[in-house]
C-alpha cells in the first residue's frame, strides 16, 4: 500500500467496518458482497475532503456518496486472481494487439451519433472485491448512450458486459440493447443496486419535448445495436411492479403545465433522498421523487419546478446534502450564471455572472466538506489576457449571496470566440487535506492553443495557476474534455496517479490528430514512503514551473519539501537518513522526446527518449556511432561516446488517437487482476471500431496505465 492509500485509512476505519457502515448509512443494511458500485459523471463533481472535525464527518458521512468516493480513491481492491483466466482464445489474442485508435476494446454504437463533448458512460460493478465476468451471476456492465435517435435498426442506450481482458470468450459482449423511443443527448445514472438506469431523452421537434426516463434492464443473448430490444413502456404507477425490461417516462413540465426539452443537463440523482435532479430548457429545475425506490413523480407543488432564470437552458445540477441546496449552471447568450436553489421550496439565488462567453456547460465542482463550489469559465468578460478576456476558475461558498462572484483565477487567454470549459480535477493532496489544500487541474487557454494548468489551492485559497503542456499544434484551438484524476496504488510504479483529457484535434502526441492522454499528476507528501521509481509532479515555486521527480531509491519523505532544484538530471535528497532521493526528470511536457542519434553533440541537460526510459546528458559531448547498452537503472549512467547520459526513469505520460477527442471518461477501480482497472469513454466522431469492426462513434475501454 502507497502512502497516499495508508494516510486515508488512517481513519481508524477498518475496510470491514467501513464498508457495512456506508451501507447502513445508506438504509440498505446489506452485506458488503451483496452491493456493488455506481460511477457515473457525478462521482467526480461532488467530492469530499478529508474531515477536520468529527462535527464534519458526522455530517458528510450521511451522504452515500462520501463513502463511495472512498471505496474508489482510498482502498486498494485486489481481486482474486483465480476469478480470470490468461485471454488465450485467438480473438482475445487479436484484441490485445490492438492499440490506435482503440484500447482494448472499441465497439461501434452507430455512424454520426451525437455522444456529447461533457457526457459520460456509466460502470456498475457488483462486488467491492471481485471483478466479475459474464459467467458470474451478476456480471459487471458498462453502460452508454449512443447519441442517435432509438429506431428498430438503432439502440438509444448499451451495456456491455464480459468487459475485462481477463474473461474468457468475446470480450466484450452485448449484456442489452434497447430502443427507448427517444435520442440520449446527456449522461446516464444507475441505482445504487444496479438494476436499474436513469436518463433524460429528448423526442419530437428541435423544441420536442423531454423526460425523465427509469428503465429496469434485463440480460439479453439476442440484442443488438443494430437490432435492440424495446422495453415494456407502462406508467409511473406500475412502474414498481413491472417485470424488466420494462421502463416509465416522467416527462418534464414547466409551471403551467407545458412541456420542456432538455438537451444540456443530465440527471443527478440523491442516494439518501431518491431523488432525481433534472435541469432543462427554459431555465427550469426539476425535482422527481421516487425515482428508483418509489413512484417516479415530478413535484408540481411547493416552488417545483422551479424557474431560475428567464429562458436559458441549465447545464447538470448537484444537490448537496449538506446545505440541502442544488447548484445548477446555465449557459449560452446571457447566461453563466450559478444557482443556489433551496431544495425544499425552490427558492433560489444567482451568482453575477460568471461566465461571458458560453456559459456554465457541464456542473461546478462541489467540495461538500469544505462547502465550496468550483465554476469554470469559458471567458470572464474582461481585457485582462493581452487584451482579451480570459478564462478563468471561480470558487465561492456554498451559502453564496446574490450577486456574488466569490474569488477568482485565470488561466489563460478566451478571446472572442471562446470553447467551452469543462471542469477541472483535483489530486489526491486536495482529497486528503484538512483544510483545503492541494492542487487543481484545469485544460485553459480557451480561445488559442489549450493548455494544462495547475492551480495550487491552499487553505481554500486559489494561488497562481502554472501553465504546463500546451497539447496541441501552435495556432490551433480545439476543444479540451473534462479532466479526470486517479489514484491507482495497484498501478505500475510510476504510473501512481495519473491525469486523463483529451483534445478534439490537433494533438500534438497523436500526429496532429484528436487525442487521448494521460499523465503523472502525483504530489509530494511528506512523511511518506516512495518506491524506487515512483514518479511525481512538483511545483517548483522559484520560477512557477511543475517538474517531474522520480525516486531513484526507495525511502520517507520528510516532513518539509526539499528545494527542488531547476537543472534537469539533478538529484535532491528528501527526508535524510532513510529518506528518498529524487532526480528531476524535466519539466512537464505532453509531446514525446526524439530517440537517440548517432555521432550527434549534445549539450548539457539535453533530453532523448531511450525506448523505455528518458536520458538526460549529465556530460555534454559527441555520442559514440552505435547505440550504446543503457543502464537500466533509475540514476544510472551510460557511457556514449564523449557523452555521458543518467536514466531519469520512464515517460511521465501515454496516449491514444481518438476521432474528434472524448466525452467524459469513467475510471473504474484499482485491481490487481487481468484488465479490471480501465478507463472508459466514447469517441466525439466516426472511426474504425477494432473490435466489432464498424466504422462509426465507438464505445472504448483502454487500460489507466497505458491507454491501449
Known amino acids: 500500500m502507497n502512502g497516499t492509500a495508508s494516510r486515508f485509512l488512517g481513519l481508524g476505519v477498518s475496510l470491514s467496518g467501513l464498508v457495512c457502515l456506508g451501507w447502513v448509512l445508506t438504509g440498505q443494511a446489506a452485506k458488503p458482497s451483496e452491493q456493488g458500485l455506481p460511477t457515473d459523471w457525478s462521482h467526480t463533481r461532488v467530492i469530499?475532503?478529508?474531515?477536520?472535525?468529527?462535527?464534519?464527518?458526522?455530517?458528510?458521512?450521511?451522504?452515500?456518496?462520501?463513502?463511495?468516493?472512498?471505496?474508489?480513491?482510498?482502498?486498494?481492491?485486489?481481486?482474486?486472481?483465480?476469478?480470470?483466466?490468461?485471454?488465450?482464445?485467438?480473438?482475445?489474442?487479436?484484441?490485445?494487439?490492438?492499440?490506435?485508435?482503440?484500447?482494448?476494446?472499441?465497439?461501434?454504437?452507430?455512424?454520426?451519433?451525437?455522444p456529447g463533448n461533457g457526457n459520460y458512460p456509466a460502470k456498475y460493478s457488483f462486488s467491492l472485491t471481485t471483478a466479475n465476468c459474464a459467467s458470474a451471476t451478476k456480471p459487471d456492465y458498462v453502460v452508454y448512450s449512443t447519441g442517435l435517435l432509438g429506431s428498430g435498426t438503432q439502440a438509444s442506450i448499451v451495456a456491455f458486459d464480459n468487459i475485462y481482458s481477463g474473461c474468457t470468450g468475446p470480450v466484450p459482449t452485448i449484456y442489452w440493447a434497447y430502443n427507448t423511443g427517444g435520442l440520449i443527448l446527456t449522461s446516464p445514472v444507475i441505482s445504487l443496486d444496479g438494476t436499474q438506469i436513469a436518463f433524460v431523452q429528448t423526442s419530437g421537434s428541435p423544441t420536442g419535448n423531454a423526460g425523465l426516463v427509469l428503465l429496469k434492464w434485463a440480460a439479453s443473448a439476442t440484442e443488438r445495436i443494430s437490432s435492440p430490444g424495446v422495453p415494456t413502456s407502462v406508467s409511473a404507477a406500475l412502474y414498481p411492479t413491472c417485470v424488466a425490461p420494462c421502463m416509465t417516462e416522467v416527462f418534464l413540465h414547466?409551471?403551467?403545465?407545458?412541456?420542456?426539452?432538455?438537451?444540456?443537463?443530465?440527471?443527478?440523482?440523491?442516494?439518501?433522498?431518491?431523488?432525481?435532479?433534472?435541469?432543462?430548457?427554459?431555465?427550469?429545475?426539476?425535482?422527481?421523487?421516487?425515482?428508483?425506490?418509489?413512484?417516479?413523480?415530478?413535484?408540481?407543488t411547493g416552488g417545483f419546478p422551479a424557474q431560475v432564470n428567464g429562458g436559458n437552458a441549465l447545464s447538470n445540477p448537484l444537490y448537496d446534502h449538506a446545505s440541502q441546496n442544488v447548484f445548477v449552471g446555465d449557459l449560452g447568450a446571457g447566461g453563466g450564471f450559478l444557482y443556489r436553489v433551496a431544495s425544499a421550496n425552490g427558492t433560489h439565488v444567482a451568482s453575477g455572472q460568471l461566465d461571458l462567453g458560453v456559459g456554465?456547460?457541464?456542473?461546478?465542482?462541489?467540495?461538500?466538506?469544505?462547502?465550496?463550489?468550483?465554476?469554470?469559465?469559458?471567458?470572464?468578460?474582461?481585457?485582462?489576457?493581452?487584451?482579451?478576456?480570459?478564462?478563468?476558475v471561480y470558487v465561492l461558498s456554498t451559502a453564496f449571496g446574490a450577486g456574488t462572484k466569490g474569488s477568482n483565477v485565470t488561466v489563460g487567454n478566451s478571446g472572442a470566440g471562446p470553447n467551452p470549459m469543462y471542469p477541472g480535477a483535483f489530486d489526491s493532496a486536495y482529497y486528503s487535506s484538512v483544510n483545503t489544500t492541494g492542487s487543481l487541474y484545469v485544460c485553459g487557454n480557451t480561445g488559442a492553443n489549450p493548455t494544462i494548468y495547475r492551480i495550487p489551492i491552499s487553505a481554500g485559497v486559489m494561488g497562481a495557476p502554472v501553465p504546463g503542456a500546451v497539447l496541441v499544434s501552435i495556432g490551433f484551438?480545439?476543444?479540451?474534455?473534462?479532466?479526470?484524476?486517479?489514484?491507482?496504488?495497484?498501478?505500475?510504479?510510476?504510473?501512481?496517479?495519473?491525469?486523463?483529457?483529451?483534445?478534439?484535434?490537433?494533438?500534438?502526441?497523436?500526429?496532429?490528430?484528436g487525442c487521448l492522454m494521460n499523465f503523472v499528476d502525483q504530489p509530494w507528501q511528506p512523511l511518506?514512503?516512495?518506491?524506487?521509481?515512483?514518479?511525481?509532479?512538483?511545483l517548483r515555486t522559484a520560477d512557477n514551473t511543475a517538474y517531474i521527480q522520480v525516486a531513484v531509491n526507495s525511502g520517507t519523505s520528510g516532513s518539509t519539501a526539499p528545494a527542488w532544484p531547476a537543472i534537469v538530471g539533478k538529484q535532491t535528497l528528501d527526508g535524510g537518513v532513510g529518506g528518498v532521493t529524487w532526480l528531476n526528470q524535466g519539466a512537464t511536457t505532453i509531446t514525446a522526446l526524439n530517440g537517440w542519434v548517432a555521432n550527434r553533440t549534445?549539450?548539457?541537460?539535453?533530453?532523448?527518449?531511450?525506448?523505455?526510459?528518458?536520458?538526460?546528458?549529465?556530460?555534454?559531448?559527441?555520442?559514440?556511432?552505435?547505440?550504446?547498452?543503457?543502464?537500466?537503472?533509475?540514476g544510472g549512467k551510460t557511457t556514449d561516446g564523449a557523452a555521458i547520459w543518467i536514466n531519469a526513469g520512464p515517460w511521465p505520460s501515454a496516449d491514444i488517437t481518438v476521432t474528434g477527442g472524448t466525452g467524459g471518461m469513467i475510471i473504474d477501480g484499482t485491481s490487481t487482476s487481468a484488465g479490471a482497472s480501465q478507463v472508459y469513454f466514447f469517441t466525439q466522431g466516426n472511426q474504425l471500431c477494432t473490435t466489432s469492426t464498424g466504422t462509426g462513434v465507438c464505445a472504448i475501454q483502454a487500460s489507466q496505465a497505458n491507454l491501449q
Not at 510510476?494 to 494533438?507: A, C, D, I, M, T
Open 48 to 114: 469530499f475532503t478529508h474531515p477536520a472535525t468529527t462535527d464534519q464527518e458526522r455530517v458528510i458521512s450521511q451522504d452515500p456518496r462520501y463513502w463511495q468516493q472512498r471505496y474508489r480513491r482510498e482502498v486498494p481492491r485486489d481481486f482474486p486472481v483465480e476469478r480470470f483466466k490468461t485471454a488465450s482464445d485467438a480473438g482475445a489474442q487479436s484484441l490485445s494487439k490492438s492499440k490506435s485508435p482503440g484500447g482494448f476494446w472499441s465497439e461501434d454504437m452507430g455512424a454520426n451519433g451525437i
Open 254 to 300: 414547466n409551471g403551467t403545465g407545458g412541456n420542456v426539452d432538455d438537451r444540456t443537463s443530465s440527471p443527478y440523482y440523491d442516494y439518501s433522498g431518491d431523488i432525481a435532479w433534472v435541469g432543462g430548457a427554459g431555465g427550469w429545475l426539476h425535482k422527481i421523487t421516487g425515482a428508483f425506490k418509489g413512484t417516479p413523480t415530478e413535484v408540481s
Open 360 to 392: 456554465v456547460v457541464e456542473s461546478p465542482v462541489l467540495d461538500v466538506t469544505s462547502g465550496l463550489v468550483y465554476v469554470f469559465a469559458s471567458s470572464d468578460g474582461t481585457t485582462n489576457c493581452a487584451g482579451a478576456a480570459c478564462s478563468a
Open 477 to 513: 484551438k480545439p476543444a479540451c474534455s473534462p479532466i479526470i484524476d486517479f489514484p491507482n496504488p495497484n498501478a505500475s510504479v510510476n504510473k501512481g496517479e495519473l491525469l486523463y483529457f483529451s483534445v478534439q484535434n490537433r494533438g500534438r502526441a497523436c500526429g496532429g490528430k
Open 528 to 538: 511518506t514512503h516512495y518506491n524506487a521509481g515512483q514518479e511525481l509532479l512538483v
Open 602 to 634: 549534445y549539450g548539457l541537460q539535453a533530453r532523448i527518449f531511450d525506448g523505455t526510459n528518458v536520458e538526460i546528458t549529465v556530460q555534454a559531448g559527441k555520442t559514440g556511432g552505435t547505440v550504446p547498452v543503457w543502464n537500466t537503472t533509475i
